[in-house]
């Protein structure tokens, strides 16, 4: 459903709001050729409804769509929900012209801005999506955890290195458990950097 939207600055915006809804209440009642429609949909009947208060105003067009309008102290804001391009563009057009004749003395300036949709909001924002915080959560674990097990390979080591001097009955035994600790850490600290290597090009390749 496409949508448009303007706020208009006017101090007397509750007054432009009562006349456009009144003199779409004059079309309503049988004036409808003042919608002065072109194109395909000029071979079509449009009806037209209206109500309002001071402060707000909703006026239908049958088989275009809806025009939605507000009024505070200084703006004017006005919505726009069709059932088409071509409604929108019946629609924009009525309510364009019919401010500009209203406000002849004291023109009022109408910029209408489409309604973007939340989802191409969503795909263009640079927020960190929970997927990947999983991820950073999970790499932050695992480096703990790789962390932790050096830290305790280097003091087992470091207390093997101790044994040794102190007990030399021990000394074959603890060279070769000393020897199997060191090529346990080289390993762990090998496969450490090749992981970290292969996220590095997962990541690029995704971004690519």
């Known amino acids: 459903m496409p949508t448009l939207h303007a706020q208009i600055q006017t101090e007397r915006a509750g007054r432009y709001l009562a006349q456009f809804c009144r003199h779409a209440a004059a079309m309503g009642g049988g004036h409808t050729a003042r919608l002065h429609p072109h194109g395909p949909a000029a071979r079509r009947e ?6 309002w208060s001071d402060t707000s105003g909703t006026v239908t067009f049958t088989r275009w769509g ?9 703006t004017l804001t ?21 401010f500009e004749r209203f406000s002849r003395r004291d023109p009022l300036t109408v910029t209408w801005l489409r309604q973007e949709t939340p989802g191409a ?12 915080r999983r991820g950073l959560l999970r790499s932050g674990r695992q480096t703990v955890v790789l962390a932790l097990a ?3 390979l280097i003091g087992l080591h470091v207390g093997v290195a101790g ?5 030399s009955r021990w000394t074959a035994a603890a060279v070769d458990i000393a020897v199997a600790l060191i090529v346990l850490k080289i390993a762990l600290i090998t496969w450490a950097r090749l992981r970290v290597r292969h996220r590095k090009a997962a990541g690029t390749s995704e971004e690519t």
């Open 78 to 98: 006005v919505r726009i929900d069709a059932r088409d391009e071509e409604g929108l563009t019946q629609i924009r057009d009525i309510v364009t012209r019919d």
């Open 121 to 132: 909001l969503f795909r263009h924002t640079g927020a960190v999506t929970s997927k990947s």
């Open 163 to 167: 044994t040794v001097i102190a007990e």
């Open 150 to 152: 050096v830290a305790l």
């Open 46 to 51: 449009v009806r037209v409804a209206a109500e």
């Open 66 to 74: 809806e025009c939605t309008l507000t009024a505070d102290a200084d």
